[in-house]
């Protein structure tokens, strides 16, 4: 495999607003972070991880562009709460190269089952729709971060399986 050097991360494309859910597209040549939905003025990107249920998930993997990072979790899971605030770290720092999601998979039992969710705290990671790359256990931002730069940076045909 040939060294490059991967480019500035962009987020030009289609993205949902968090809030209302209006499809906004991101212009290339203006800074994504500072954009705002069309529709409520929202900004686009709050840095923050947007809390989704089933419904809103599915949204966001059909609409959005960028890609997607969720947090699959659960209430009454220890090392799920240990790992939110790690989660709306790595939220701070990866946002708008991707969206942060937090998935509680107890409301959510159809696209965990889906997913083939097994352990949580689970992180998954998509691109257009597709599980780009997942990983189970708690983890610190920085590890969050690196995983998900990492995934993003390979080439798509040489993910190999899911596992
Ligand atoms: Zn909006």
Known sequence: MQARQSPAPTAAGRVLCPRCRAVN?????????????GSCREPLFAGRAIPVDEAGFE???RRDEIPILVDM????????????PMF??????????MRLLKL?????PQTASRLGVQ???????FREGRVLARTTGLQNAE?????ARA????????QGDLR
């Open 73 to 84: 979790w659960a209430p009454w899971c220890g090392p799920c709460r240990a790992m939110a």
């Open 25 to 37: 597209r991101l212009p290339p040549d203006k800074p994504a972070a500072k954009a705002k939905c």
């Open 151 to 158: 995934h993003l940076a390979a080439p798509a045909n040489a």
């Open 88 to 97: 709306e770290q790595a939220a701070r720092n990866l946002e708008p190269e």
């Open 143 to 147: 590890t969050i971060q690196r995983w």
């Open 119 to 125: 352990g949580i705290p689970a992180l998954y990671l």
């Open 59 to 61: 949204l966001h993997l």
């Open 104 to 108: 509680n998979v107890d409301e959510a």
